[in-house]
């Protein structure tokens, strides 16, 4: 995604762009607000921009290895702005950045500075001295980040739309065998609850309706608050008391910490859409012992289970990783019925591919690559009829959406239904930003057509 804003004709230029989770998302909208207060106007076009940023994913080897060859091109914008006489700083931030550090400067020439997530609110700074020098900064730092962090101005707020991330946590310590984040995103921190709460309250004070708080492990959330310990439920219930607050999500979130509160949060608080984003990565319970999960297959349909109990409409999202080192035709055929078993609305599969520094990339049983491939295709194929089966089945039904971007065509309105599917309608400009209660009448691949109820005002 690529960040825009209003331009200055003579200011200097900032272009951003984001790979990998939601929480790369509002890292970058944080860096753009460390930017716009130095100064930079966003572009969207980076060969017009004299600081450019890629805000990296490392969760994959293919996510990794994008990084370098968009840096390839941007290393040919910078040599053909030179030639004009136009200074370019290049900064690669984000997880490849922590985890690489160094070794991004060897492999690629144009890069001015690398810096890991945990120093953004050090850019100033390292951006003065990467015009002098090539930097790195992958440190822990003692200070918070996010205490120093410049809050987004009401036009920044009003221009990312009426839905805004916010990230309540971060890092994380289960330690899966096949994940980075970890290593890239260090231990799990919470930050305060007053914290949080002012910052829903600035936002939704410029506009903003619909919240997702955002962490690695979120509802492993454990706030403070005057020394008491404040968990994921208890913050979304303050949540849903700031005015402007319509929605609230939270992603991701880990089956170990799906505790009774939370569970009961979805049949108490009114705001909480019933979405659940919960991966499990597999169905097999061998797969799940050798990934470190530390749960099994039939743990996971018991908290499914509770959860539609407390909500009984509830969407179910989730994470599957096929190919795992070791993993058999039946323990895929395990991970297939537990998908038929629990009948996700949306859920995503990815091939396994191994990190570098986590302990399944020295396993010796890897999976061959056809294989990988034809177990992806198949569990693809499932997800994919049971998500059409799910939006067949909203045809009829009416819910509350909140629009706010523009569709394709005059007039039309895109939103997010409850379920978190996109949802477009004709829409008065008078209406954007309200809870609009509609009518779902069409399924189109990707989207929900739908109709307003009420009459407008
Ligand atoms: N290989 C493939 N998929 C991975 N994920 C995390 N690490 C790996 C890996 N090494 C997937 C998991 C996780 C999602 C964000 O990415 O399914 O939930
Ligand atoms: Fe990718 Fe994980 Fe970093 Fe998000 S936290 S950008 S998913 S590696």
Known sequence: ????????????????????????????????????????????????????????????????????????????????RAAQGQGTTIVVAGCVAQAEGREILRRQSAVDLVVGPQNYHRLPDLIARARVERVVD?????????????????????????????????????????????????SETSRPVGKVLDEIARLADAGAREFTLLGQNVNAYHGLEERRDTDLAALLERAANIP???????????????????IRAHAENDKLAPYLHLPIQSGSDRILAAMNRRHTASDYLRIVDRVR?????????????????????????????????????????????????????????????????????????????????????????????????????????????????????TVPAGRIGEMVEVEIVEVRPNSLRAQLVTAPS
């Open 309 to 425: 109990a407390a909500r009984p409409d509830i969407a179910f999202s989730s994470d599957f990783i096929v190919g795992f080192p070791g993993e058999t035709d039946a323990d895929f055929r395990a991970t297939l019925a537990l998908v038929d078993e629990v009948g996700f609305a949306s859920a995503y599969a990815f091939k396994y591919s191994a990190r570098p520094g986590t302990p399944a990339a020295a396993a010796n049983d890897a999976i061959a690559e056809d294989v990988k491939v034809a177990r992806h295709a198949a569990l693809f194929e499932r997800l994919e009829a049971l998500r059409l089966a799910f939006n067949r089945a909203c045809v009829g039904k009416r819910f509350g959406v909140v629009f706010d971007k523009r569709g394709r065509h005059e007039g039309q309105m895109i939103g997010r239904s409850p379920f978190m599917q996109a949802v477009n309608a």
């Open 138 to 186: 992958t440190d822990f730092p003692a200070e918070d980040k996010f205490d120093l962090l410049p809050a987004p101005s009401r036009e920044a707020v009003r221009a990312r739309g009426v839905s805004a991330f916010v990230t309540v946590q971060e890092g994380c310590d289960k330690f899966c065998a096949f994940c980075v984040v970890p290593y890239t995103r260090g």
């Open 1 to 80: 995604m690529t960040l825009t804003a209003s331009s200055a004709a003579n200011a200097r230029r900032v272009h951003i762009k984001s790979f990998g989770c939601q929480m790369n998302v509002y890292d970058s909208q944080r860096m753009a607000d460390v930017a716009d207060k130095e100064g930079y106007a966003a572009t969207d076009r980076v060969e017009d921009a004299d600081l450019v940023i890629l805000n990296t994913c490392h969760i994959r080897e293919r996510a990794s290895e994008k990084i370098y060859s968009e840096l390839g091109k941007i290393r040919e914008l910078k040599q053909a």
């Open 244 to 262: 402007g607050v319509l929605r609230l999500r939270y992603a991701t979130s880990h089956p170990l910490d799906m505790n009774e509160a939370l």
